[in-house]
Nanobody, 117 residues
Framework: QVQLVESGGGLVQAGGSLRLSCAAS????????MGWYRQAPGKQRELVAGIARGGSSNYADSVKDRITISRDNAKNTVYLQMTSLKPEDTAAYYC???????????WGQGTQVTVSS
């Protein structure tokens, strides 16, 4: 089992910045890829960014110029640095972890990001 706890969400004005953190615990040795998804009201959950244990990352086209994902394997934590935030970035942000077991995925409880115009 892997437990994920997100933090860092909140209310910010358009153009502002936020840094989300996700701390993993439990069977951390089994974690391969970690990432962030988001879900706005009435919309499907979508990938924001992902990062492999070795550091390679991928981003959604809508955020790749404004958001950076990073990972500290020593602290078992993944970060999402968001800049130039827009109202359309408003959503619940969820951390996820995929383990080396095919199809095994864990989710955090989510943290709300609200961007006011």
């Amino acid at each position: 089992q892997v437990q994920l706890v997100e933090s860092g969400g909140g209310l910010v004005q358009a153009g502002g910045s936020l840094r989300l953190s996700c701390a993993a615990s439990g069977s951390i040795f089994a974690i391969d890829t970690m990432g962030w998804y988001r879900q706005a009201p009435g919309k499907q959950r979508e990938l924001v960014a992902g990062i492999a244990r070795g550091g390679s990352s991928n981003y959604a086209d809508s955020v790749k110029d404004r958001i950076t994902i990073s990972r500290d394997n020593a602290k078992n934590t993944v970060y999402l640095q968001m800049t130039s935030l827009k109202p359309e970035d408003t959503a619940a942000y969820y951390c996820n972890a995929d383990t080396v077991v095919v199809g095994q995925r864990y989710w955090g409880q989510g943290t709300q990001v609200t961007v006011s115009s």
